[in-house]
């Protein structure tokens, strides 16, 4: 049975962003000629740099950076690197019904309350979306205060369906209603999906057009075909199908996919999460395009062809 929804909760909705497959940012400028259109937007990007070790490379500047858009060098306008810049983080949790094995929900529901009220700083602000049966609900609105979200957690329970496409799709655009520059959104499932409307295709698309990371944990992902049947809806549905589609949605976003298979994994990947936002720079660039509703694609090199350079793939 589908549990009541708190009137206080608003849902979100796919259809829209499905219908509305254009590029983000208001046109600032448009000059018309016979064949001639072109819009101005601001693009902000979020970019994580690390060594061939691993290591967070914190000292670079705004001139170790350079950014092409379609492959044509771009001119950076905006550059920050803050670490203590406080940070909008969205936690997107899976309450379906096949969180309620094994321990995933409660499991997840304790990390979370252990990383909400331990690691996250307060001049820091958390969101909290749960989903499942096709809705995703907004069970706390973004605030410092955090009782709220954790007053949340404590009462969300297992249900229902697995909308997951869905919930990725429509998820950045509440998430970049964050008020801090860096923003995240933190996804917990076991990745299973038999209830969206929109393709792994159709949500990375959407989802990439804004200028949200996505990181993703995927909890205790079902390894057993035979458990996996019972839920299949598409051929996606194996256990390589779920990682690739995790791995396509935090890849695209720019965010990272760690999988953790207990308690003792979950918290550490929280604790990597937390970490891995403090080293983030925001460049910003201003993007000059035909109007047409057409895929950018966004690349970011630095001064060091050793560095590894993160961030979303394009919009």
Do not use: W
């Not at 057009?209 to 839920?231: A, C, H, M, N, W």
């Not at 953790?260 to 080293?279: C, M, S, T, V, W």
Request: aromatic letters at 8%; hydrophobic letters at 40%; charged letters at 25%.
């Amino acid at each position: 049975m589908k549990r009541s929804r708190p009137a206080r909760q608003t849902v979100l909705v796919l259809l829209a962003a499905l219908a509305v497959m254009s590029p983000p940012g208001r046109p600032q400028e448009k000059k018309q000629g016979l064949e001639y259109q072109l819009s101005v937007s601001a693009i902000s990007i979020a970019v994580v740099v690390q060594g061939k070790d691993g290591r967070y490379i914190n000292d670079l500047t705004q001139d170790d950076f350079t950014v092409y858009e379609n492959e044509v060098k771009q001119t950076v306008s905006y550059f920050q690197h803050d670490f203590e810049a406080p940070v909008s983080l969205t936690i997107l949790l899976d309450v379906s019904g096949s969180m309620g094995l094994q321990d995933k929900l409660k499991e997840s529901r304790e990390a979370l309350r252990d990383f909400v009220d331990g690691l996250l700083r307060p001049q820091d602000e958390v969101s909290l979306l749960v989903f499942a049966d096709g809705e995703v609900e907004v069970a706390a609105p973004f605030s410092m205060d955090k009782s709220g979200c954790l007053a949340e957690l404590a009462k969300a329970e297992a249900y229902g369906q697995t909308a997951l496409n869905d919930a990725v799709a429509v998820s950045p655009e509440f998430a970049n209603r964050g008020k801090n520059e860096k923003r995240a959104i933190l996804l917990i499932t076991d990745g299973i999906e038999n209830d969206s409307q929109a393709s792994v295709d159709q949500a990375v698309e959407i989802s990439r057009r804004v200028d949200v990371p996505i990181f993703t944990i995927g909890y205790k992902i079902p390894l057993s075909e035979e458990f996996l049947r019972k839920y299949k809806k598409t051929s996606v549905l194996t256990s390589a199908g779920i990682v690739s589609a995790l791995e396509r949605f935090s890849q695209a976003t720019g965010g990272r996919l760690q999988v953790a298979a207990d308690p003792r994994d979950l918290a550490a990947a929280f604790r990597e999460i937390k970490r891995e936002l403090g080293h983030q720079y925001i460049i910003g660039y201003t993007s000059y395009k035909s109007p047409k509703n057409e895929y950018r694609k966004i690349r970011v090199v630095t001064s060091n062809k050793k560095h590894k350079v993160r961030t979303r793939e394009g919009y």
